[in-house]
């Protein structure tokens, strides 16, 4: 499975910006699609995952109520919603693939890919 994350950028805080990940494998709809954030000289940090089947999608706690995950089975893409971004989210996002329903540790989730930069300036 191959992953390419992509729509990062440089926004002001408050501000708005979507994330998209497109996905190379077939069987794109047999897995958990989660996004994980990673500061620097920080772990990966996970902000939310979708279901198969879109039919369940959970969040970090900074994440519930600004951010928003959604999948297109037939586009094989997944993406992030981010609304009201404050510095403390800049970050690398990350674009990942797993089997478990619920998890939120990074060795839970098989594929990664290649990270998109997303900078907030105060």
């Known amino acids: 499975v191959q992953l390419q994350a992509f729509g990062g950028g440089l926004v002001q805080t408050g501000g708005s910006l979507t994330l998209s990940c497109a996905a190379s494998t077939p069987s794109f709809g047999s897995y958990v699609m989660g996004w994980f954030r990673q500061s620097p000289g920080e772990d990966h940090e996970f902000v939310a995952a979708?279901?198969?089947?879109?039919?369940?999608?959970y969040y970090a706690d900074f994440a519930e109520g600004r951010f928003t995950i959604s999948r297109d089975n037939a586009k094989n893409t997944v993406n992030l919603q981010m609304n009201n971004l404050n510095p403390e989210d800049t970050a690398v996002y990350y674009c990942?693939?797993?089997?478990?329903?619920?998890?939120?540790?990074?060795?839970?989730?098989?594929?990664w890919g290649q990270g998109t930069q997303v900078t907030v300036s105060s």
């Open positions: 979708i279901r198969w089947d879109g039919g369940n999608s």
């Open positions: 990942t693939a797993g089997r478990y329903v619920g998890a939120r540790l990074a060795s839970d989730y098989n594929y």
